[in-house]
């Protein structure tokens, strides 16, 4: 109780030195007596939560944002999971741009693996069911240096993708050679790119838990994410508003994507995955959707598109989203993050994700449209 009282204190003397007013949405939803959150916000110190919601405002032909951060810190660490898959794929896009001879449809696969596949595929999947693999085709196109120059060069920071996802090789700073199809007959063979040393990383809870499971057994101390990939909120929040209005943003800040690209990029981070192609029942329309609807199965309304992308692993969970609901008129942007870990141990596969993490982030979701709903109106 104790937790839930400090935590009240805190937003009402607000995060500003000036002005208490970038906490107010939230102290009303974080505040809620849905047990889905204030569960968690009774013991607030074991779910690491930080939070940003954004509000969307138009003015003649501007779109203003308006942030309001819970525990926002990009000083300290959480492991963004799938979450790096977003900005790989807004860097392979830019670099398609700059290579005549490539093209969404092009064709290709990495030397030494038996699946050929598209970047518009790739991106597909990316983001209908957060494929490792196709994630990491993009990486292996890129480069990790490359992919973190360019989306460092557009403002958006701190980032540093260190490492593949789910792979034997997931460390390698040299890339694999890319075979790519120029036509039926005619095949280019990429050269492989040398990517600078994995420098650890030096933040506030970089090392977590109490033990971890390595090599099948168990290992007493902290796990160390220090060589892992970094990507926090801020930064996960400024690639998503740059991709979604453009217009916002100077030249230099946004990503040098054609407008058949970006279409192609927005309609593959709303689409659902029955859409295209998979079975609905085991990839049901909320799969990756953790905002609003992530706690049960039921299908989506059709006047609501989210677009976004999570990630899931080491007992954290991450959404970071645009919301647009056409009936109602009304739009938001809302990034968070909790880890759910209650024995402390890593790489046990033992996670509270169903039980408690999944449906704190749908609840804060839910509370937050009904904000906008009573904004709009």
Not at 161 to 169: F, K
Not at 243 to 263: M, N, T
Not at 303 to 320: E, M, P, Q, R, S
Not at 363 to 376: P, S
């Amino acid at each position: 109780m104790w937790q839930r009282l400090a935590f009240l204190a805190f937003l009402v003397l607000g995060t500003s030195c000036s002005d208490t007013a970038p906490t107010r949405p939230l102290r009303k939803v974080l505040a809620s007596q849905n047990p889905k959150i204030k569960n968690v916000m009774d013991h607030l110190d074991e779910y690491e939560v930080q939070i940003r919601y954004t509000q969307i405002n138009r003015r003649n032909d501007s779109v203003v944002f308006t942030d309001y951060d819970f525990q926002v810190d990009d000083n300290t660490y959480f492991y963004p999971a799938s979450t790096v898959k977003f900005p790989a794929a807004v860097a392979a896009l830019e670099k398609l741009n700059e290579i005549d001879s490539l093209s969404l449809e092009t064709r290709f696969f990495v030397e030494g693996d038996s699946v050929e596949t598209t970047f518009a595929k790739a991106i597909s999947e990316i983001f209908a069911v957060s494929d490792n693999a196709a994630n990491n085709r993009l990486v292996e196109f890129l480069g990790q240096d490359d992919l973190n120059n360019r989306i460092r060069k557009r403002g958006v920071s701190p980032i540093r993708i260190a490492h593949r996802l789910s792979t034997s090789n997931a460390d390698d700073v040299t890339t694999k050679p890319l075979v790519f199809y120029l036509n039926d007959s005619t095949t280019s063979l990429s050269s492989p790119i040398i990517n600078s040393p994995i420098d650890p990383l030096e933040l506030k809870g970089i090392k977590k838990g109490k033990g971890f499971i390595a090599n099948e057994s168990y290992q007493e101390g902290m796990f160390d994410f220090s060589q892992k990939n970094y990507y926090p909120i801020t930064a996960q929040s400024a690639l998503l508003k740059r991709i979604i209005f453009p217009e916002a943003f100077s030249k230099g800040q946004r990503f040098d994507l054609s407008d058949d690209q970006r279409e192609y990029l927005l309609t593959a981070m709303h689409t659902l995955p029955s859409a295209v192609g998979y079975d609905k029942e085991e990839f049901y329309d909320s799969y990756v959707k953790f905002f609003m609807f992530g706690d049960n199965t039921d299908p989506m309304p059709d006047h609501i598109k989210i677009y976004n992308k999570v990630g899931y692993a080491y007992g954290t969970l991450t959404d970071c989203a645009y919301i647009q609901d056409t009936k109602n008129n009304i739009d938001f942007m809302l990034t968070a993050t909790i880890l759910v870990n209650s024995n402390g141990i890593f790489n046990d596969n033992t996670y509270e994700y169903d039980e408690v993490g999944i449906p704190f982030l749908a609840q804060l979701g839910r509370e937050l449209y009904q904000l906008e709903l009573e904004r709009a109106n």
